[in-house]
């Protein structure tokens, strides 16, 4: 009777064994590890545009002035960080990127942010319009209502990229 309870112990000890082995390696982290990786949980992204300038003041004071940018601490004269709400800007001097950047200022004419709309959403469209205005900025589009429902702008900054004020709703 001993011996009978003793295989029993023994094989439900190795079932129960097997079992929590099984659980370890289906919870670990590092089952499934190469899917985990490309898996990004978005909440952890942020966004930076780097806008490349051969006047990096010029460029900084229009987004102060214009659209009410805050300067960033920056420990580099090539490159200084700029920020509204959860817009961060990083105006970079164009001549300091070395010949193998993408970005290389030797390739000749360049067409800055071609391709590219840069979107800012503001809570008060008119108040924005208004600054826009009264500070002399030529204009590329009126404010007008869109057919998508929201009501919109456009302006190039100094260097020429292309930028779109809009509503939030």
Avoid: C
Wanted: hydrophobic share 35%; charged share 20%; no cysteine.
């Amino acid at each position: 009777m001993k011996s009978k309870f003793l295989r029993k112990f023994i094989a439900f000890t190795a079932i129960f064994i097997a079992l929590l082995i099984t659980f370890q390696l289906y919870s670990s982290p590092f089952k499934n590890s190469e899917n985990q990786k490309r898996i990004i949980n978005s909440s952890f992204m942020t966004m930076r545009l780097e806008l490349f300038t051969s006047d990096i003041n010029k460029t900084v004071n229009f987004y102060q002035d214009v659209l009410g940018f805050k300067s960033l601490k920056s420990n580099s004269s090539t490159y200084q960080p700029i920020q509204k709400g959860q817009v961060i800007l990083g105006i970079g001097l164009l001549e300091s990127l070395g010949s193998n950047h993408y970005f290389n200022s030797k390739q000749g004419d360049i067409q800055f942010g071609y391709g590219v709309e840069i979107v800012l959403e503001v809570d008060d469209i008119q108040l924005v319009y208004n600054k826009v205005k009264e500070a002399n900025i030529d204009i590329e589009s009126e404010l007008k209502k869109q057919p998508w429902g929201l009501t919109d702008f456009r302006i190039t900054d100094p260097n020429g990229y292309y930028i779109r004020v809009t509503s939030k709703e």
